[in-house]
């Protein structure tokens, strides 16, 4: 019975896909580009892993277990991930109480700080921690401390201030929908403060801050940027990989050190979608809570806000020291201002911030678009496969960068489809990279919208491309524009996974800064940093003045992660 | 909509003004080994005489550009490498990554300790490992400046040695060869005292880097005491800079490199790639190594005052051709040795 009811409802789907031609090649098309530019390079990674030179032959696999230097990498980076997640989610509900439960003063910059470093280029934190807290920075000189921030330490302290940015958007979701009233509830009855905030709030807010941990613990695993910079001798899974490509072209090992960086992910990607994500608390009350319960009390309020005031300081100072060393003719000995580390910049990377607007500017659009389509397909149409586009589609969520760039040139450096040293492989890394969180945007926004508007334009014999284009866009159009933005943000600053694509006819500007951070250049490092950050900075003052222009909407394109 | 399509094909055409930026001229893409700042200068002199040529180039350190040839055999998208430690050139030629050119007259006069047989690559200057050290830290310690691979070991050096992966950098695989050489038999590859060292001298390395000469920045800035790196980038980049540093040598003999250029093997511009092989060893271009220090091979450049040459050090009798060759095996065991 079920089964064949199942069959009629397969029967339908198809014929419905036959009548509609138009979305039967749009699927079709989405299915192939899924398929050949996110599933075919994994597969090639777990080939060149298990089937080195074409013959099956575990070799690299169990090597793994056997050699210290290819399974410590994994293990050190559980630890900075453990550390770096359980770290980053304090700071981030720090920040968030304070902003959501508090009155404090300040709360539009306070946020602002908590987000900055998401748009910031990788490196410049981990570049900041060397200028202050190095063997010879400015803090370390200044106290004369006797401490050695490359390894361990510097790998927590910068991952936590790079991502603790994710952790506290979700963190202030959740608070913020938490009812004050049941909290309020809870004082009624006697309890006190600091039990409401235990058993109350706490819990409520539990589901929020597995999935922070989770995001931030995968955030950390796939960084690069900063061990690179950093790890000193404490080598973590993503620099061995790079290592192992770059360095020592083997490519098996390359695959395998990215099949373990992946599997871990992957299955945490997979318990917060599937198990955490469901579990959120929505306290629903009958009536509409609208101001939220404030602690006002002088214990609470103000020890969360000397805290704040010192992270965010800490934040200030990473950015201001980095800006400063920017302007040093020679970083710690000759300290005289001078603009010779922007005019370098120019002249031996003036083609690569070319290269790089250039690529963002394709990539940003086609990635864009392809979101919102797949988004579209998803919520609005029922066809086979729905699930699985947008598994697929979400999947390089979880994928590391590394592996992603490594997943490319073992796949895209042979016929039929040799994309090696093209344009086209990293605007293809930049679209597929960013893509998921396009995809969730667009879902969120499209399950707003009431379908009956695009019934009424189908009924009225638009067809469905009339309908997407007409109908559907213009009225997501606004979270669409912010999408761009942040798209092209990431494709400005993203650095794990393109470090391996770029080529002599296309250069990107992160990689120019991670050269120069190679060289020990830090004054250029910091010039090449600060390039970035402008131009990112003049694209989203452009995208806020256009869509405040056509929309006359609010405009926030770094909360999206 | 018509404001939001008015807007969006005002982006398109400003994308379009940038994309169409730049072309016409013919193009060389090159891959060198040369800090990008001494590569800037040598490559925009080479744009400055051929004005009709443009030049697009990545740095990379030595075996950065050899797995960068590797990967991309199938399909080169690099004409010419220029720069970086000739080990690494002997093992792409071994691997047949390499155009062999001898009708170059540069080839022809070139003395044969420099250049392939078979023309495979060519020497552009050779350079000797040195010692950086900063004199600050020395004093703190209370010790001399090494002046053997021995000394290296000391205990107040521990944590405080930086210089690069063997694997990644010419300097310090060819750092690396000289400690095989130096200690315990000089016969070339691993022995067991060559083992026993390098594990202590791993010990004693505070990190590792990814390219060869950022150690003497790092010397120089204090954080980390004492840098391995070649002596023209030391005097370069360390000494000519005002750091407090002093540059010493093993006394037991020292490391060296020929510093070589090869054409790629199916390259996409094979013609444009031997004009700029044919400039790079003219007096014109060779004398820009002056303001580096390095040695220049053709004997009409000029040499720099303060260079340090063949004289002035112990030259360990290395075998650059085998290291070359076996660089794999080496590396293997060097990770064996350190377990990094």
């Given amino acids: 019975m079920r089964l064949s009811s199942y069959r009629r409802e397969l029967q339908n789907e198809i014929k419905r896909l036959i009548h509609d031609p138009v979305l039967l090649s749009i699927v079709v098309v989405i299915f192939a580009l899924l398929i050949i530019f996110i599933i075919f390079p994994l597969v090639k990674v777990v080939q060149f892993s298990l089937w080195p030179g074409g013959k099956f032959d575990p070799k690299y696999f169990l090597n793994f277990f056997r050699k210290t230097y290819y399974w410590r990498p ?132 539990i589901p929020g801050i597995a999935s922070a941990m989770l995001l931030v613990f995968i955030r950390s695993l796939e ?79 103000y020890p969360v806000l000397a805290l704040m005031i010192f992270l965010s300081g800490v934040i200030l100072l990473m950015y201001g020291v980095v800006l400063f060393g920017s302007f040093t003719k020679i970083w710690g000995i000759d300290n005289t201002l001078t603009i010779q580390n922007y005019l370098y910049v120019f002249k031996v990377g003036g083609q690569y911030v070319l290269d790089t607007i250039q690529i963002a500017l394709i990539a940003t659009p086609i990635g864009g678009v392809l979101s919102i389509l797949i988004a579209y397909l998803v919520v609005r149409k029922r066809f086979i496969g729905r699930g699985a586009m947008e598994f697929i589609s979400m999947l390089n969520f979880a994928v590391p960068g590394v592996v992603v760039g490594i997943g490319y040139i073992l796949a895209f450096n042979t016929p039929p489809l040799r994309l090696s040293g093209t344009a086209l ?127 006359q909407k609010g405009f926030s394109p770094i909360a999206r992660e | 909509m018509k404001k939001g399509l008015l807007i969006l094909s005002v982006m398109l055409v400003v994308f379009l003004a940038v994309f169409t930026l730049g072309a016409a001229k ?48 199938a399909n080169p998208q690099a004409s010419l490498w220029f720069g970086g430690s000739n080990t690494s050139h002997i093992a792409a030629a071994q691997d047949g990554l390499l155009e062999p050119y001898k009708e170059s007259l540069a080839w022809q006069f070139m003395p044969k300790q420099f250049k392939d047989p078979d023309g495979m690559w060519i020497g552009l200057y050779v350079g000797y ?61 691993f022995d067991p005292e060559d083992d026993a060292y390098i594990k202590a001298f791993d010990a004693q390395v505070h990190h590792y880097n990814e390219s060869g000469s950022a150690c003497i920045t790092q010397v120089g800035q204090g954080e980390v005491g004492i840098g391995i790196a070649f002596s023209h980038d030391i005097l370069k ?72 040459t063949a004289a002035d050090v112990k030259v360990l009798p290395i075998d650059l051709l085998w290291y070359g060759e076996h660089k794999d095996e080496i590396i293997d065991h060097w990770h064996e040795v350190t377990g990094k």
């Fill in chain 1, 74 to 205: 994994l293990i050190n980076s559980m630890i900075v991930g453990s550390l770096v997640s359980l770290f980053g989610t304090i700071v981030a509900f720090i920040f968030a109480y304070g902003i959501t439960r508090t009155d404090i003063p300040g709360k539009g910059i306070f946020r602002l700080i908590a987000v900055m470093p998401i748009v910031s280029p990788p490196f410049l934190i981990a570049l900041a921690a060397i200028l202050l807290l190095g063997n010879h920075g400015v803090i370390t000189d200044a106290l004369r401390l006797n401490w050695d921030i490359y390894g361990l330490p510097g790998l927590v302290l910068t991952e936590t201030m790079a991502y603790f940015p994710i952790a506290f958007m979700i963190l202030e979701g959740v608070l913020a929908k938490i009812d004050p009233s049941i909290e309020e509830a809870a004082l009624d009855m006697g309890a006190s403060k600091l039990r409401t905030f235990l058993t109350v709030t706490l819990p409520l807010a």
């Fill in chain 1, 223 to 301: 960084d690069f940027g900063n061990p690179v910079v950093i790890q000193g001798n404490f080598q973590v899974l993503t620099v061995a990989a790079y290592h192992a490509v770059t360095g020592m072209y083997n490519m098996p090992l390359g695959a395998t050190l990215a099949i373990f960086m992946l599997l871990p992910t992957l299955m945490i990607f997979i318990v917060q979608k599937y198990y955490v994500a469901r579990r959120s608390y929505i306290t629903v009350t009958g009536k509409p809570s609208g101001v939220g319960l404030k602690s006002t009390e002088p214990h609470v309020k």
């Fill in chain 2, 237 to 308: 980049k360390g000494i000519a800079k005002g750091f407090p540093v002093v540059m010493t040598f093993p006394k037991e003999g020292t490391s060296y490199e020929i510093g070589g250029m090869a054409l790629i093997k199916g390259g996409p511009e094979p013609e444009l790639a031997k004009i700029f092989y044919n400039w790079a060893l003219s007096k014109e271009a060779q004398d820009l190594y002056k303001q580096f220090y390095r040695i220049p091979l053709n004997p009409e450049a000029t040499v720099a005052k303060g260079c340090v």
């Fill in chain 1, 425 to 551: 492989i990293i605007i293809l890394v930049f679209i597929f990279r960013r893509m998921p969180v396009g995809i969730r945007d667009g879902i969120a926004q499209l399950q707003q919208i009431d379908p009956s508007i695009e019934e009424a334009s189908s009924s009225l014999g638009a067809g469905f491309f009339r309908t997407f284009t007409r109908v559907t866009l213009p009225l997501v159009a606004p979270a669409f524009l912010s999408g761009l933005v942040y798209i092209f943000v990431r494709c400005m600053t993203a650095i794990s996974a393109v470090v391996f694509v770029v080529s002599a006819s296309w250069q990107l500007l992160t990689v120019a800064l991670l050269y120069e951070v190679d060289q020990a250049n830090l004054a250029a490092a910091a010039a090449y940093g600060y390039v970035i950050i402008a131009i990112v900075l003049t694209a989203i003052v452009f995208m806020r003045f256009v869509v405040e222009r056509l929309f």
């Fill in chain 2, 129 to 189: 490992i040195g010692f950086v050290s900063n004199t600050n830290f020395l004093k703190k310690v209370g010790a001399e400046a090494p002046t053997s691979w021995q000394d290296l070991l000391k205990p107040e050096f521990k944590g405080e040695i930086s210089l690069a992966y063997p694997f990644s950098s010419g300097t310090a695989y060819t750092t690396l060869c000289g400690m095989l050489t130096a200690i315990g038999s000089s016969k070339p590859g």
């Fill in chain 2, 26 to 73: 013919q193009v060389l893409h090159i891959y060198t080994a040369f800090d990008a700042d001494q590569a800037e200068v040598y490559i925009n002199a080479f744009m400055q005489s051929h004005p009709d040529i443009d030049v697009k180039w990545v740095r990379l350190s030595s075996w950065q550009v050899l797995a960068r040839i590797r990967a991309e055999a």
